[in-house]
Each structure stands twice: as structure tokens, then as C-alpha cells.
């Protein structure tokens, strides 16, 4: 019997797909995830959570990573951005998730810091910039046209939290 | 009905001593603002300003079907999605004549279980109980209070689970259908929150035996209030409009009490009665006019309490008014997993007609009345959504023109804190965001401001 190890990466993919730019971040995953090889997937824990709570972080296990996806706010539309979790918390001016809804972002860190044993998990934000949010709008142009710079950066850090090469055969087809 | 009159409240008021304005009301959803006019140390205007752009969903709905309309009205809200689900399947049912299943409508009290119980413990711990323990933020009170956001979170996580087991993901579900539900769980798929419910009846419990301990600010101002009330449940998703003034309306019948208007300075519509006055909605309003018909559990709680009368006259006692209704919330819940049986079929078939389809059900913060006119296709050709926050403004600025004069004399912070707070007992849903505090004190005739 194949025992597997458990997941060493959440990726937490934030926002919705019918509010315009609001819906990068599943659109990044949407293509990118059947493109990895099997070998990195099976590292990841994916759990699609709309609006970052603070219990998607609290759960995440000693050992394990974040990694959050999502439109950023205080960066230029289009513009990619891939910092720590923690820096977040840390500079009230930093780039940072926009799909948090029920307490603002600094709320819902601080709290999975001074409720999660261990503190703030460890892990990164990769983020991009976004022009426009309302209901039933489709990307910008300037998320579409930066959406591989987007999809390079996940790929990039998944594979640097994970020491798997996001190149290689494809999981799926 | 006997209250407040409507409108803003505002008095001929030439040489106006000092106005409050509170530019961004915190922990509340949404972005408003609040301002005070004050002459002679009394309230001379209270507005409260709702600047959230308009987002037009009843624009977006036209031209829709029933079960897009279900859908996208999901989308007004990311913390009671599943109250507009709710009151849209049930107005477009009662057009087209649906008899649903008897499992399928315990599955939607359940789903509406699941948004009160991720609904109310998101207000009462992480909102307004720092209003009551005296700390700016539910951070900042985790430092000293780690077990009561600890048990906060819990609940809020037995909610959020309940409400992904029966509608697919947890924020704006995708499972409710006209006529039914798009897939009906097994009953293997509600054990993992079963188990948790009997955790969660404990914790919720405990919070109605907590939050009547703390004492809220001294107000005694009755307003009217408006209610579903059913024949044999706590009202969710189905019962008559009824006031402590005897309304008594079949819950399409909305607008034969009721109407919108605009006023300046605002995005949201304010309602009234037809003559004017102005009424409030949500937790107090179901405790006064359906305690008895809460779960035994919850009547129980809300008795030893000792604080029914006091919920009825003072606003800052709602948080007492949710605690309660959190605890019936998931007792009920268990029940109904416990006796569920999984109907035959999940959906069943219907045949669009014209006319109004209209129906109200009870969102966690008040009555929330839908109306659509449909044609012979089942297509949406108007619509009306009147949520509750949008009909609790006026009840809002009349509660802070009765209390404002108690905190005049404050010290400026703390005065903030207090109409702060006051507004926060609504559990206002603006929309999604929140935001830091900016209030300015203006006396017109020194011209000094702090």
C-alpha cells in the first residue's frame, strides 16, 4: 500500500468569477491546475473559499503552507504581486487580498495569528492587480492581457514551496 | 401604526449648536455614514447616509427566469445570500402553483438555519461584542477574550458547513431551485454537521447566557415592529406580515402596507407605511411578536434571561434578541437532520405563467420582501427588492435621535463609540465592506470643530 504525505500546500483561491476582475484568481487556477504534473498536485490541498476567512487559516496544519490567490488591492491593474503572508499583517500600505468580506483583511490575519497555535501560518500571497468588480462584468483587459505573468508567478511559487518543478507532464490529458 | 414619523428626522433648525458626523461607520457591511445636527442639546436631525453605490440587480433580473433570478439575487449579499434564494423561490412557487415536497421544504428551513447560525455569530461575536467588552476590534479583543472568539468562530464554522452540505460551497450556494433543489443531500452527507450541532447548541447556549450578562447603554424607545409570524414555526421562510400594531398581511402583500422612497443623501431606498411612519425589523421584531414559537431550547434560554420585555424597548439589547435566536437556530437544525428523510424526487417540474410573483421571508436581519412581474414565458419584466436594512433606516435614525441626547455630553471618542454602537445593534448589511471611523464634532456658531 502507497501511503501518500499529506498535503504540504493550501492554496486558498479567492473571489467570484461574475464579478469582473474579482474572478482572476479562478480564472488563473481554472487553466493552470490541469497543467501541473501530478507530483505537485498531489502536494496541494485546493480549497476554493470566496472571501478569505479567518478559518481558512486557522485549520491549516503545523508543517503545511498557505498560499493565497486572489485580486490585489494597492497595486496598478494588471500589475503581478507575490509577497509574505505575514508582511500583510505587518505594513498597513502592502498589497493585499481583496476578497475579504466578512472583516477586513488585516482582522482576518491578525485573528489566524493570535488564534492558530503556531501564530500566522507561514505561506504567500500572489495577487493581481484588478480594474473593475461589478457584478457580471468579464476580466479587464489589463487582468487578461497579464493573466500568464499571473498564472507564471502561482506556478512559480507553488513550486518553490513545494521543491517540485511546476514543468513536466501534465496531470490531466 | 403608532412611532416615529417618517423621513429623516429633521426640525426647522435655524442656528444649529453642533453637528456629529460619523464619515465611515465601522464593523457594520457596507459603507455608510451618520450625521447628527444638534440645537439647544437636542437632535434636531439624525440621517443616516447609505453611499454604497447603487449596484441594480432589480434592473439585472429583467428578462431572467425564476431560476436565474435565484441566482443572481444570491450575489446582493455574501453574508445572507441564502435569504434571497429563499424569498425569490417562494414568490416565483406561489405564482406558478408548486407544492413542494415536505423533505425539501425541512431542507430549505435547514439551509436557512445555516445562514442565521453563520449570520448571527459573525455579528454578535466578532462585531458587536466589542462594543460590549470595550475593545476597538474583534482582534483586539482576541488577545483577551481568545476562548470567546474562539466559540464565535465555531459557531460561525457549524453554519458555514451546513450551509456548504445543502447548497455546494458555502457563499452563495448554488443548489436551491424553483420547485426544489437541484440535488437533495443523503443522510450520510449531513453527519459531519450533525456532530457538530450538538457542540454548536452548547456554544450558542452559552452565548445567550453570556451576552445577557452585559449591560448595554440605557434606552427605552419602543418602535413598531414587523414580523413574519407563522402558525406553527419560528418565521423563516414562510408566515403572515404581522406588527405589534396588528398588521396582519399575506406575505406577498407587502405594498398593501408598505411603500419605498428616495431620499437625498442616500442609495438605498427608505420604506415606509403608507402613512408615513417608520417601523423596525429583525431580531427584536421576531422575539416580540414569535417567542412562542421558538425551539423549547431557545424559549427556555430567552426566559431565564429575564430580558424579553427589555428587547421589546431597548435596540442594544438585539444582541440578546440573536443569541437566542442563534441557539433555535441550531437546535432546530439538529432536529430536522435528525427526522430527515430524503425526498423521492429533489425537484419537481412546474410550468411558468404570467403574473406577480411576490413573497417575503425573514433575512437574519429583518423581513425581506421580493416582488416580480413575469410574463407568459416566466421571464422577469420588473422587479422589486426591499431588504431589510433599507427598511430599517428610519427605525435607525429615530432610535439615534432618542438616544443621541444621552451621549451629547461625553467626551468626544466615547460619544462615537456609543451612536457607533447604536447603529451596529441593527446589524446593518450595507453591503461588503468595512471601514475606520472618521467623526467631526461642529459647533456652526463658535466654528470650532474637533
Redesign the interface.
Known amino acids: 500500500m502507497t501511503h501518500l504525505a499529506p498535503p504540504s500546500v493550501r492554496l486558498l483561491i479567492c473571489g467570484?468569477a461574475?464579478?469582473g476582475d474579482d474572478g482572476a484568481a479562478l480564472s488563473a487556477i481554472a487553466t493552470l491546475l490541469p497543467a501541473l504534473p501530478s507530483a505537485l498536485l498531489e502536494r496541494l490541498e485546493v480549497r476554493?473559499c470566496?472571501?478569505l476567512?479567518?478559518?481558512d487559516l486557522?485549520d491549516v496544519r503545523p508543517g503545511q503552507v498557505a498560499v493565497v490567490v486572489d485580486a490585489a488591492v494597492g497595486i496598478p491593474p494588471g500589475h503581478v504581486v507575490t509577497l509574505p503572508i505575514w508582511q500583510i499583517v505587518a505594513d498597513p500600505n502592502a498589497p493585499a487580498p481583496r476578497s475579504s468580506?466578512?472583516?477586513?483583511i488585516?482582522?482576518v490575519l491578525?485573528?489566524a495569528r493570535?488564534?492558530r497555535p503556531g501564530g500566522l501560518p507561514d505561506g504567500t500571497f500572489v495577487g493581481i492587480g484588478g480594474r473593475r468588480f461589478g457584478?457580471?462584468r468579464p476580466l479587464s483587459r489589463s487582468v487578461r492581457l497579464n493573466m500568464t505573468n499571473f498564472q507564471d508567478a502561482i506556478a512559480a511559487e507553488l513550486s518553490l514551496l513545494t521543491h517540485i518543478s511546476s514543468e513536466g507532464p501534465a496531470a490531466s490529458g | 401604526m403608532q412611532g416615529d414619523d417618517g423621513g429623516t428626522l429633521v426640525a426647522d433648525a435655524p442656528g444649529i449648536d453642533h453637528e456629529f458626523k460619523v464619515g465611515y461607520i465601522t464593523r457594520v457591511e457596507g459603507e455608510g455614514s451618520l450625521s447628527l445636527r444638534v440645537r439647544d442639546g437636542a437632535v434636531v436631525e439624525a440621517r443616516l447616509r447609505i453611499f454604497e453605490a447603487p449596484r441594480y440587480f432589480e434592473r439585472l433580473v429583467v428578462g431572467r427566469t425564476g431560476d436565474e433570478v435565484v441566482d443572481i439575487v444570491a450575489r446582493i449579499c455574501g453574508i445572507c445570500p441564502i435569504a434571497y434564494q429563499m424569498t425569490a423561490v417562494h414568490a416565483f412557487e406561489d405564482l406558478y402553483g408548486i407544492e413542494i415536497d415536505p423533505s425539501v421544504r425541512a431542507l430549505r428551513r435547514l439551509l436557512y438555519c445555516g445562514e442565521y447560525i453563520q449570520s448571527h455569530a459573525l455579528h454578535v461575536y466578532l462585531l458587536h461584542a466589542p462594543d460590549y467588552l470595550g475593545y476597538p476590534s474583534a482582534l483586539a479583543m482576541a488577545v483577551d477574550h481568545r476562548a470567546v472568539v474562539e466559540q464565535g468562530l465555531a459557531l460561525k464554522r457549524t453554519g458555514n458547513q451546513l450551509i456548504a452540505a445543502l447548497g455546494g460551497r458555502p457563499v452563495h450556494p448554488i443548489s436551491v431551485r424553483v420547485g426544489g433543489f437541484s440535488k437533495a443531500p443523503r443522510r450520510s452527507d449531513l453527519d459531519g454537521v450533525r456532530a457538530a450541532l450538538d457542540a454548536a447548541v452548547e456554544q450558542s447556549l452559552a452565548t445567550v447566557r453570556l451576552v445577557a450578562t452585559w449591560d448595554p447603554p440605557a434606552l427605552e424607545h419602543p418602535q413598531p415592529l414587523v414580523a413574519l409570524r407563522h402558525e406553527a414555526e419560528y418565521p423563516y421562510n414562510d408566515g403572515r406580515i404581522v406588527s405589534t400594531d396588528g398588521l396582519d398581511l399575506a406575505p406577498g402583500a407587502w405594498r398593501e402596507a408598505f411603500e419605498e422612497h428616495h431620499l437625498e443623501g442616500s442609495n438605498a431606498l427608505h420604506a415606509r407605511t403608507h402613512d408615513g411612519r417608520v417601523y423596525l425589523l429583525g431580531p427584536t421584531a421576531r422575539i416580540a411578536l414569535a417567542a412562542d414559537r421558538l425551539h423549547p431550547l431557545a424559549a427556555e434560554a430567552l426566559e431565564a434571561t429575564g430580558l424579553r420585555d427589555a428587547i421589546r424597548t431597548n435596540i442594544h439589547r438585539s444582541i440578546v434578541a440573536r443569541a437566542v435566536e442563534l441557539l433555535h437556530a441550531c437546535a432546530e437544525a439538529r432536529d430536522i437532520i435528525d427526522g430527515y428523510r430524503p425526498p423521492s424526487e429533489p425537484k419537481v417540474a412546474f410550468t411558468p405563467r404570467a403574473g406577480v410573483a411576490a413573497w417575503s421571508t425573514e433575512a437574519p436581519r429583518g423581513l425581506l420582501h421580493h416582488r416580480y412581474e413575469v410574463d407568459e414565458q416566466g421571464h422577469v419584466t420588473h422587479a422589486q427588492i426591499v431588504p431589510p436594512t433599507s427598511q430599517n433606516q428610519g427605525a435607525i435614525e429615530a432610535d439615534l435621535a432618542a438616544f443621541a441626547p444621552a451621549v451629547l455630553g461625553l467626551p468626544h471618542a466615547e460619544a462615537t463609540h456609543q451612536l457607533e454602537m447604536l447603529i451596529r445593534a441593527y446589524d446593518p448589511c450595507i453591503s461588503c465592506a468595512t471601514h475606520f471611523l472618521d467623526l467631526r464634532i461642529q459647533d456652526e456658531r463658535s466654528g470650532k470643530g474637533t
Open positions: 467570484n461574475d464579478r476554493r470566496g472571501h476567512r479567518v478559518e486557522l468580506h466578512e472583516l477586513p488585516d482582522q491578525g485573528l493570535e488564534l457584478y457580471g
